[in-house]
């Protein structure tokens, strides 16, 4: 069987991004910088560097500031690239040009609708789809991980790594069959559950924003009844995808922030700060400043005063 090369991604973003009001108020959660350079922007870059050529980036109503950053503002660039105004390269577009695509999604109903208004452009291919919120650190990006994955076991790909026993009902979690290669990294998926309540499932594995998916499951999407707070899920629409094509838990590497919640962010901010050459050792020199217990004392002792 001839390997299916993927060229487009899917960038969903057109959530409302209520964990971390009141920043995301007026400006879209993913315009929010991480060490500088904003979420938007990493998920870009993670597709450019993994082969793609192609994004569809699904926005809604309050979001032009993202088509706007991502716009070639040339007077712009112009600007920056002067020697007093830093570094161009942090908000240069890749050195790949993507063809970027905005598709709206006028009400947010879940990540499953936000797939399915990319159809016209996806058409028949495989394509992988990048959360921004999601940032995941490695060596080898996560998205090329999965295209991978995707060359050895042709199916639906989902990227996984194993969450601790009281975080499972924050996650979307799969159960697996033994895996498939040696490195047991590959298995193939049973049962996917969407934030599974205590005692639902002994499965640790959770569900880390990435995913190759084939063009069937714009049918499955349509099949599917609204859930919990009227929202399409989309591991419901795998669930259906899987009685007619298989599905991969591919454990991916790489280090997780979920940069869609406060903590998440701040933690990203401070591991990416930490590996840029510029902020790396003041950051950790100011860091190292602090005592666990006397910062902790102080600030709630702080916030009992307001």
């Known amino acids: 069987m001839p390997q299916l ?18 920043a995301t108020k007026v400006v879209p959660k993913e315009l929010l910088p991480v060490a500088g350079r904003p979420l938007i922007q990493y998920a870009i870059e993670e597709a450019a560097a993994s082969g793609i050529e192609t994004v569809v980036l699904v926005i809604g109503p309050g979001k032009e500031l993202i088509q706007q950053h991502l716009a070639d503002d040339k007077a712009f660039q112009g600007t920056i690239s002067k020697p007093d105004h830093g570094e161009l390269g942090s908000v240069s577009p890749p050195s790949k040009p993507l063809d970027v695509r905005i598709v709206w999604q006028q009400v947010p ?5 936000a797939i399915a208004l990319t159809q016209p452009v996806i058409g ?12 995941i650190r490695g060596e080898v990006s996560c998205t090329a991980q999965l295209i991978n994955c995707f060359q050895n076991y042709p199916g639906c790909v989902i990227a996984t790594q194993l ?12 159960e697996t069959e033994r895996g498939l290669s040696s490195d047991m990294r590959v298995s193939r998926v049973t ?3 969407e934030r ?23 049918d499955s999407i349509s099949r599917l009844a609204p859930g ?11 669930s259906l995808s899987s009685e007619s094509a298989p599905v991969y838990a591919c454990r991916a590497s790489g280090e997780h922030f979920d940069a869609g919640s406060k903590l998440g962010l701040i933690q990203a901010t401070v591991r990416y700060g930490l590996a840029d050459p510029m902020t790396a050792a003041p950051l950790f020199d100011y860091l190292s400043r602090f005592d666990r217990n006397a910062a902790i004392n102080k600030t709630a002792l702080e916030a009992g005063t307001r």
């Open 5 to 22: 090369r993927i060229k487009k991604a899917v960038i969903p973003a057109a959530g409302l991004g209520t964990r971390l009001l009141p």
């Open 109 to 113: 109903t879940g990540l499953a609708s």
């Open 124 to 135: 028949d291919d495989p394509f992988v789809v990048i959360l921004p919120d999601a940032l």
């Open 163 to 174: 969450v601790e026993e009281h975080e499972v009902e924050r996650f979307g979690i799969v």
């Open 191 to 193: 049962r996917l559950l």
């Open 196 to 218: 599974p309540g205590v005692g639902a499932t002994q499965s640790r594995t959770g569900i880390f924003g990435r995913y190759v998916l084939l063009s069937g499951i714009f």
């Open 228 to 238: 919990r707070g009227g929202e399409y899920q989309h591991t419901a629409a795998l």
